[in-house]
Each structure stands twice: as structure tokens, then as C-alpha cells.
């Protein structure tokens, strides 16, 4: 009993110390400079899971790389064969495409309510897109907010155009926002790119080409989405990287320290559209047989989650929450469409709609400019609209609290 005792006082005190430095922002590693693993304060409540046999739910949050058949599924193989006494499950929550400024607001609904222990955040690819510190801090603090036992760890995937800055042990943009909120938090990150990058310099890797050569790994086909070797590649660093923070297991609850960012996204949501207020011209989208949404399918599919569609310009779609942003997810098709956003009276956003992929009608997302805390009305108006086009509206994106206003005129 005495050695029990004097063993629970041990992890109360490393848990305590491990906290205390988290709080006070001691991890001062280099954001600018890439690190293929850094631990930080590990995976303490994963680790002392698996030690205890207890399930773990693993969560992969991310995009296309993240939600293709490969370093996902490789690595929940890993993880069940490097600790068969521990029973894993897996959370796919990653979306085709999409960045950590849709991510923070479908959280709740496609991880959190799912219970991980362990998020893997993938995001550094589909960066750029806009409020990248107010959203992964926002995701961060969702997910302590909702279990501070949840741990986290930044993967960080890479594309073609990040191979220099790679190669010269550079990070990339978004990368170093992630790795300041890493230190911050206490995260570990996980960078992928700098194996392939090497390789590549060193001549035994191919990034982008349509068949293999000989004797060399191909990475990919398009400077993006890994082949199978790729993945694999990606699979045996996370298996390695695990296993240096495999010795940390030690329950402990993460604590949310000051906040980076005053308006980081902590409250967001997905607000339907059909509880939002229509104007008269709006008519639900038949999700089976309509043509523009199953252009692409899966995407449309996990990005709008329904959706109303109008013919005619002057259509509006009314919100009121109490935050600071809001968003609209749409499928651009068919000539340049323009909306305008109304906030409290006053023109936020006049912007034009308009479709990129030929082949496609691909499912996207667009933010209004951030507005003051508080509470807030807003109209989004059809101002343009081709001939013969129809304006498809899926899912509100809300940052902060909405006030739901069913119905139509």
C-alpha cells in the first residue's frame, strides 16, 4: 500500500510539473525551423491507457490525405499490432479539401461527440485559407473544453510547393502558426514532410511522376496525395514517433492556459440551413438525384449536409449570433454568381462565386471579415445569378452562438 501510495504521488507531482509548464509557455522550440518530431508534453493519457489495456478511440481530422484509404488505417494497423492487449477504434473525421477554418466548426459534430482520447490534427496542407490561429487554437481549446484527458498531435502532411523550404529544414506559413500553438499547449507535432523532402534531395525519391522508376520510392502522382509508398512512408514516422513518447503514462488533464488569440474560435458551430431564415424563393435540394449536388458527391455530401436551392435573384437566407464570424457553404457552378452579406445593415462582403473545376461542381465554403464580439444580424442576398443557374446553399458556419430562426416567407 505504502509503495502505491508513494508511486500515485510520484505521476500527481510529474503531472502537476508538466502542467505548471504549460501554462507558463516553456516550450520555446523554433516555429520557423522544421523538426520531423517533437514531443512536447507527449500523449500521457493515451499511453497510460494502453498500459492500463483499456480502449482508445483515435480520431484522424483532416482532408483528403487523411480521408484516402492509406497512413490512416496504416497506422491504426500499427498501433493494434504494437499493442495487442489495447483495443482501437477509429474516428474518421477528415473531409476532402478542406482546412482547419471548416474544421473548427464541424468538431463537435464529427469528433467530440465521438469521444476520442487521441485527435491527430492534419491541416497544414489545406492552410491558407484564412483565420488559421483563430481556428486551430479554437480546435485545441474545443477539444480540452469538451475532455481535458483528450490528447492531441499535429500531423503535418506536405505538397510539392513546400519541398524547398523542406529540404532547407524551412516550415511553411501555416506550419508555423500550428508549431507556436503546439508550443503553447504543450502539443506534440508530428512533421511527415522532411523524410520525404531528404529523400527527394538525395535522389532516391521520386515527388511527382506518373510511374515509378526503378530502385525509387514514387511519392505521388499529382505533388500532393501519397501512392501506397508514400503512405507507408508517412505510417513507419508516426510509428516511430509514437514509440519516443511511448514511456510518458501518466493520466493528466490538459490545461487551457490564456488564450493566443482573444477571438480564437472556441465556440463555432454548423448551424443547417434550414434553420436559418429563407426568403420565399428557397426549395430543398432533392440529395439523391439532384445533378449539381452529386456532381461530387462525397464532398457536397459531408460539406453541405442538405441544402436549399433558388432560381432567381434577390433571394435572401437571415441569421442572427452572438460572435464574431459566420460563413456559407455553396457549390459555385454555371458563370459567376455574386452575394452580398449584410451585417447589422452595413455591406460586409460582396463576393463572386465561381466554379474552378472543370470537371466537377466541387462543394466550397466562404467567411465574411471578422466582426466585433457580440450579437449580431446578417443577410445573404443573390445579387447575380446566370440564366438558367440555380444558387445551392448548404450548412451555416457559425463562430460563436446561433439564434435559430426557422421557416420561410
Not at 100 to 123: I, M, T, W
Not at 155 to 163: K, V
Not at 349 to 355: C, D, G, L, S, W
Not at 387 to 405: K, M, N, W
Request: with cysteine; glycine share 8%.
Amino acid at each position: 500500500m505504502k509503495n502505491i501510495t508513494a508511486r500515485r504521488t510520484r505521476i500527481l507531482c510529474i503531472s502537476t510539473l508538466l502542467s505548471l509548464f504549460s501554462a507558463q509557455g516553456a516550450w520555446q522550440l523554433d516555429p520557423e525551423k522544421s523538426e520531423e518530431f517533437r514531443g512536447r508534453d507527449g500523449l500521457p493519457n493515451v499511453f497510460s491507457k494502453i498500459e492500463a489495456g483499456q480502449p482508445v478511440r483515435i480520431a484522424y481530422f483532416g482532408g483528403s490525405i487523411t480521408y484516402a484509404g492509406g497512413w490512416r488505417p496504416k497506422t491504426l494497423a500499427w498501433f493494434r499490432e504494437q499493442f495487442p492487449r489495447t483495443e482501437f477504434s477509429e474516428i474518421n473525421a477528415a473531409i476532402p479539401g478542406t482546412g482547419s477554418n471548416y474544421g473548427a466548426c464541424r468538431l463537435k459534430e464529427d469528433v467530440l461527440q465521438h469521444k476520442p482520447d487521441l485527435v491527430f490534427v492534419e491541416f497544414r496542407v489545406n492552410g491558407g485559407g484564412g483565420f488559421e490561429q483563430q481556428s486551430i487554437e479554437g480546435i485545441v481549446r474545443q477539444i480540452w473544453r469538451d475532455n481535458p484527458q483528450a490528447d492531441i498531435c499535429f500531423a503535418y502532411t506536405l505538397g510539392i510547393w513546400m519541398l524547398k523550404d523542406l529540404q532547407a529544414e524551412r516550415n511553411t506559413t501555416f506550419g508555423e502558426t500550428m508549431e507556436s500553438t503546439a508550443n503553447h499547449y504543450g502539443i506534440p507535432s508530428i512533421d511527415f514532410g522532411l523524410d520525404i523532402a531528404k529523400r527527394e534531395q538525395a535522389g532516391t525519391l521520386i515527388f511527382k511522376a506518373d510511374k515509378p522508376e526503378k530502385g525509387k520510392f514514387l511519392f505521388s502522382n499529382d505533388g500532393v496525395h501519397p501512392t501506397d509508398d508514400g503512405h507507408q512512408i508517412y505510417s513507419e514516422i508516426v510509428a516511430r514517433s509514437m514509440l519516443k513518447m511511448s514511456d510518458q503514462r501518466h493520466p493528466l488533464e490538459h490545461e487551457l492556459v490564456q488564450p493566443m488569440n482573444e477571438t480564437c474560435w472556441e465556440t463555432a458551430t454548423l448551424l443547417p440551413i434550414t434553420e436559418a431564415h429563407l426568403s420565399a424563393g428557397w426549395s430543398s435540394v432533392d440529395e439523391r438525384k439532384d445533378p449539381v449536388y452529386n456532381s461530387d458527391a462525397q464532398r457536397t455530401k459531408a460539406m453541405l449536409r442538405g441544402a436549399v436551392k433558388c432560381n432567381r435573384e434577390g433571394e435572401t437566407i437571415t441569421v442572427k449570433w452572438n460572435g464574431t464570424n459566420i460563413a456559407l457553404s455553396d457549390i459555385p457552378h454555371g458563370g459567376t454568381i455574386v452575394i452580398e452579406a449584410v451585417v447589422d445593415g452595413k455591406t460586409v462582403a460582396v463576393t463572386e462565386r465561381k466554379q474552378t473545376e472543370m470537371s466537377r461542381k466541387f462543394a466550397r465554403f466562404w467567411h465574411i471579415p471578422e466582426q466585433p464580439p457580440g450579437e449580431h444580424e446578417i443577410v445573404f442576398t443573390i445579387k447575380q445569378l446566370p440564366e438558367g443557374t440555380s444558387f445551392y446553399a448548404g450548412q451555416l458556419l457559425v463562430i460563436g452562438t446561433p439564434t435559430r430562426q426557422v421557416g420561410t416567407e
